[in-house]
């Protein structure tokens, strides 16, 4: 991979942002992404923080608007960046949780999906995502860095457990 022209030293992510991926048997909870960034992609529910709002909030607020659950305890297990050529630069928080209130259930803005951990449908996905999302379903957290150019990844990088912790922007 070439050098990175981002100097991640100084990176603010201009949009905060979450993630959820619920796990239980063996399953995570993913859904077809039906408007916004990534609208017909696979991914886990998630959306942009509102103003005031901490990542926690708005992961429980996405999962109960996109899919009508409450997830219970969610635990912060990684932080993405994404450098990005034609929107403003992703800064995501990416939590998981066991369990949930609540039947998940199609919305105007998601599908759910109980996808098995191994057919977990790659070619569907936000290419960044098999560098990291393996690993958290493993119980590593991590930091992900990632330059974009329109939808494709130009440049990776994933630190697991403390050396990704201690970078994160918000704990
Ligand atoms: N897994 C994964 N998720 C990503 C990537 N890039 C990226 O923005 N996301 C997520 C972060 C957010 O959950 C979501 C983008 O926010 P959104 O457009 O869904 O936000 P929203 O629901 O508040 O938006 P809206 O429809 O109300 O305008 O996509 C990626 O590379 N991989």
């Not at 199609?106 to 070619?123: F, G, H, L, N, R």
């Not at 974009?148 to 403390?162: A, H, K, N, Y």
Request: hydrophobic share 40%; with cysteine; aromatic share 10%.
């Amino acid at each position: 991979m070439e050098d990175c022209s981002v100097d991640w030293s100084v990176w603010q992510g201009e949009m905060p942002a979450t993630l959820m991926f619920i796990v239980r048997d063996g399953e995570v909870l993913l859904i077809e992404k039906l408007r916004g960034i990534g609208m017909g992609k696979i991914n886990g529910p998630g959306g942009k923080i509102d103003p005031g709002e901490t990542p926690l909030e708005c992961v429980i607020r996405e999962c109960q608007e996109e899919l009508h659950i409450t997830p219970i305890k969610p635990v912060k297990m990684g932080e993405l960046w994404f450098a990005m050529s034609d929107i403003p630069d992703i800064h995501c928080h990416v939590f998981t949780a066991t369990e949930f209130e609540g039947t998940p259930t199609a919305t105007e803005e998601a599908v759910p999906i109980w996808t098995k951990i191994e057919d977990i449908p790659w070619d569907k996905m936000w290419e960044d995502d098999a560098h990291w999302l393996p690993q958290m379903l493993e119980g590593q957290k991590f930091l992900g860095r990632f330059l974009f150019e329109g939808e494709r990844m130009q440049w990776r990088d994933v630190q697991l457990e403390d050396a990704g912790v201690s970078g994160w922007l918000i704990s």
